[in-house]
């Protein structure tokens, strides 16, 4: 089989499914050609994607970052200062810094702010006509939440949207921008992090800035600086990935209308079918490491300095762990999916998607039941990185 999964334009069907299938049979660590010259290993089983997650000592996400390109040295250095750019220690008293705000308590009294998101979002939809439900609904949510945490001026979201879509999605000629403007939001949207936290350290209140800039975790008081990519990190997760499980999850109950109509009539069922969603839709495709030292995953011998891509949207599908994975199945359990990532670096906002799109999901049917058509074919994302629709066209009829 011919293996391309580095262009963008593989993925614009959704994830390809044939050759991921094709690697985990045939060559689970599979050496990749790069366009810039060299290659990097990919890794399409499950077994082989958590056993890396697990090792950081081996596999380092500072090291090269999480992408696949190497960046210039300038731009490397800034993205490591971002969370999940960071390997032990540096990594641990800022992780257990956001974590302890993050609780399931703190998850439980932050629901009834969330639902009211959730119900402005729905009051302000447009029935009887064609929209995007991808901005129009999806969107909307993960926005307002992440920004109303972070007590962000309401007139801001648009600009924190904008600057997030240009760095998650800047291989799609619709979304985003030149290689310099990509930059260029990640530096305006980190400077806005850092004026933020500047104005509320030592001020007191209970949005997530100040208690994150006024603790101390390990001896370690998070600085202005250290917020303000953490700042990048938080919003640009808690929009794009959030959007994209909401608005997959919803066409794929629309595809299998028993499946909708089952959750419509007992929502209860949400929890294990939004994990199903999670599975399904893998909001990212991948991940990178690099080898700090000779190594080997499954027998393969690994150089250090190699670059190891983990495909979580081919682990997702594994048969070895998942029964009929191509099977759409909202009963599912257990499901250990790996949408979120795994080890020290699994995705801090987990439950805070997960809450959100069970939410999402009871206030939508809440106020359109089975109200809701497809007006048209999605259209997916240009990007190796980002899975999820840039355009979803429904039409909505509001519940009697």
């Known amino acids: ?39 990097y290993w990919v890794l399409s089983r499950h077994a082989d994607v958590t056993a890396v997650s697990r090792d950081f000592k081996t596999f380092s996400a500072q090291r090269g970052f999480v992408m696949v390109d190497d960046m210039p ?10 969370l ?28 009834p702010r969330v639902r009211d998101i959730a119900r402005g979002v729905m009051a302000a939809a447009r029935a009887g006509e064609p929209v995007n439900f991808v901005d129009d609904l ?34 799609d000629p619709d979304l985003g921008g030149t290689p310099e403007e990509v930059t260029q939001a990640s530096i305006e949207m980190g400077t806005y992090g ?3 936290a500047s104005e509320r350290k030592g001020r007191g209140g209970d949005d997530l800035i100040t208690l994150l800039i006024d603790q101390e975790v390990d001896g370690h008081t998070v600085s202005e600086m250290e917020f303000a990519s953490l700042f990048v990190q938080l919003t640009v997760a808690g929009n794009e990935t959030t959007r994209s499980l909401i608005s997959s999850g919803m066409y794929a109950l629309l595809e299998r209308p028993a499946l909708y109509q089952q959750l419509l009539d007992d929502p209860t069922g949400l929890p294990l079918a939004v994990e199903e ?22 027998g393969q011998k690994i150089a250090e300095g190699d670059r190891v891509v983990m495909l979580y949207s081919s682990a997702n599908f594994d048969e070895a762990v998942f029964a009929s994975p191509l099977d759409f199945d909202i ?27 069970r939410v999402f999901f009871e206030e939508f049917f809440r ?19 980002i899975h999820g629709f840039k355009q979803m066209p429904v039409v909505l009829t509001r519940a009697a």
């Open 1 to 39: 089989m011919d293996i391309d999964i580095y262009s963008p334009d593989s993925y614009t069907a959704g994830i390809p499914h044939a050759q991921f299938a094709w690697l985990r049979a045939n060559a689970p660590v599979y050496w990749h050609r790069h366009p810039d010259g060299g290659g």
């Open 73 to 82: 040295p300038d731009i490397l250095t800034m993205t490591q200062s971002q």
């Open 84 to 111: 999940l750019g960071m390997d032990p220690p540096q990594h641990g008293p800022i992780r257990r810094a956001v974590i302890s705000r993050f609780t399931s308590r703190m998850l439980a009294a932050l629901e």
């Open 138 to 171: 999806a969107g909307d949510l993960p926005t307002a939440v992440i920004c109303s945490l972070l007590d962000i001026p309401e007139a801001m979201w648009p600009q924190i949207r904008r600057w997030s879509d240009l760095q998650t999605s800047g291989t």
């Open 194 to 196: 850092f004026e933020l």
């Open 277 to 298: 969603m999670l599975r399904w839709t893998c909001p990212l495709h991948y991940f990178r490491r690099t080898a700090t030292c000779d190594t080997e995953v499954a």
């Open 331 to 357: 009963r599912r359990d257990p499901n250990p999916h790996l949408a979120f990532g795994h080890g020290i670096h699994l995705c801090l906002g987990a439950n805070l998607a997960r809450m959100e799109a």
């Open 367 to 385: 106020s359109f039941g089975s109200g809701i058509e497809l007006a048209g074919e999605p259209v997916f994302i240009r990007s190796n990185n």
